[in-house]
């Protein structure tokens, strides 16, 4: 590695982005890259105090403006506190989530606008985007269904179907600004299926680093 390699991974709610994400990173350990796993909002105490106040279901009163700069917040101190230390130790940051969360649920879910959350991030991250980024890509009825069967839903699970619609737009939309760097795996196979072809675009991804 000539430098460290940020990577995120995005997805709808039920994507299985988290477990393939951690699965991921634990498979990159024992291969012995030099790996770390991090999530947002979160990732670091700041942050997390923060993520407890965005999903918390209680707060449903919060207004989707101060929703996206909390996001922001979170997503500052993480960036600084965490992801950026580790790529300045040539080490690979694997992410749960980034910007493009972002722009999806509170530019497009949320009806704020792509261009105006994007503007609040880029105070936040001062061009620090992914090298390359993951998206696992799911039917929003799978997607759903498999939110349902794991109970302990927070604030945006609770969220409506025309709400949960507007996300997998967004993330389309998504998709299509940033071609380059986003890598589409379909994420409603197996487990052991979206794992393995998940392995294989990250040792992809490594590999054009190198």
């Given at each position: ?154 604030r945006l699970d609770n969220e409506s179907i025309d709400f949960h619609q507007m ?44």
């Open positions: 590695m000539k430098k460290g390699l940020f990577i995120t991974f995005e997805g709808n709610d039920g994507s299985g982005k988290t477990t393939i994400s951690k699965l991921s990173y634990e498979k990159l350990l024992e291969m012995g890259y030099p790996v770390i796993y991090t999530r947002e909002p979160g990732g670091i105490d700041i942050a997390e105090q923060i993520r407890d106040v965005i999903l918390n279901p209680k707060n449903i009163a919060m207004d989707a403006r101060c929703e996206a700069l909390l996001y922001a917040a979170s997503r500052r101190q993480h960036l600084v506190e965490k992801v950026l230390p580790a790529l300045l130790e040539n080490k690979i940051v694997l992410c749960d989530r980034f910007i493009d969360s972002s722009l999806v649920y509170q530019g497009i879910a949320r009806n704020i606008g792509i261009e105006e959350v994007y503007k609040i991030n880029e105070f936040a991250i001062e061009g620090n985007l992914p090298d390359a980024t993951i998206f696992l890509d799911v039917d929003l009825e799978t997607g759903l269904s498999r939110i349902e069967s794991r109970g302990d839903m927070d996300v997998a737009y967004g993330y389309n939309q998504v998709c299509e600004l940033y071609p380059e760097r986003i890598y589409v795996v379909d994420a409603n196979k197996t487990v052991d299926e979206v794992f393995n072809n998940t392995l294989n675009v990250l040792l992809e991804i490594i590999k054009s680093y190198d």
